[in-house]
T-cell receptor, first 117, second 116 residues
Framework: AQKITQTQPGMFVQEKEAVTLDCTYD???????LFWYKQPSSGEMIFLIY??????QNATEGRYSLNFQKARKSANLVISASQLGDSAMYFC??????????????FGKGTKLTVNP | DTGVSQDPRHKITKRGQNVTFRCDPI?????LYWYRQTLGQGPEFLTY????????KSRLLSDRFSAERPKGSFSTLEIQRTEQGDSAMYLC??????????????FGSGTRLTVV
């Protein structure tokens, strides 16, 4: 079963408008973390925002905010005032414990965001 | 702090050849991860090192794959007898495991492997 689901393969937004990228997750752990990364065509994974499962307030980082709804197991990324440079792939990921006691990131399939001028 | 460096950025190889990739993590990070990303997918975990010890290996890491991290510094990922299915982006990440912004994970720019 998928642990991170991103249901939007592609999204379009007009420059200067806000956009929401959806992410739902599945875990039975009480302690976990959720990340959003941006991956431009160059390939690097750029950290955007992090939300811990015990954080009571939604995380914000500049134009990025995370709409965390724990009961619904959703962690949507909101980008305000979109810019042309925001066009990229966006990945939601969850930090989870491995059987060996370490941890790893589990990623969704991503959403391709295109910002139109 | 120059971030996580990966070398080479691109590699084209013929099927059956061996290839080796290198990752230089952030110097004070004791944790190092390798991920593989195929076209249209998110990265998938391959293996994890804490210092020089390889503590976790995914079932994706077949016998043809081997990873090392001598002295707990840089790491290498070798693929023997490459197959076309090995074509992917290989990403390295490091962290200090202490939390903080982004929980300390920093990714490199990746090595894009094409097997022809």
């Amino acid at each position: 079963a998928q642990k991170i689901t991103q249901t939007q393969p592609g999204m379009f937004v007009q420059e200067k408008e806000a956009v929401t990228l959806d992410c739902t997750y599945d875990t039975s752990d009480q302690s976990y973390g959720l990340f959003w990364y941006k991956q431009p065509s160059s390939g690097e994974m750029i950290f955007l925002i992090y939300q811990g499962s015990y954080d009571e307030q939604n995380a914000t980082e500049g134009r990025y905010s995370l709409n965390f709804q724990k009961a619904r197991k959703s962690a949507n990324l909101v980008i305000s005032a979109s810019q042309l440079g925001d066009s990229a792939m966006y990945f939601c990921a969850m930090r989870e414990r491995t059987q060996g006691g370490s941890e790893k990131l589990v990623f969704g399939k991503g959403t391709k965001l295109t910002v139109n001028p | 702090d120059t971030g996580v460096s990966q070398d080479p950025r691109h590699k084209i190889t013929k099927r059956g050849q061996n290839v080796t990739f290198r990752c230089d993590p952030i110097s004070e990070h004791n944790r190092l991860y390798w991920y593989r990303q195929t076209l249209g997918q998110g990265p998938e975990f391959l293996t994890y090192f804490q210092n020089e010890a390889q503590l976790e290996k995914s079932r994706l890491l077949s016998d043809r794959f081997s990873a090392e991290r001598p002295k707990g510094s840089f790491s290498t990922l070798e693929i023997q007898r490459t197959e076309q299915g090995d074509s992917a982006m290989y990403l390295c990440a490091s962290s200090d495991g202490t939390g903080g912004r982004g929980y300390g994970y920093t990714f490199g720019s990746g090595t894009r492997l094409t097997v022809v």
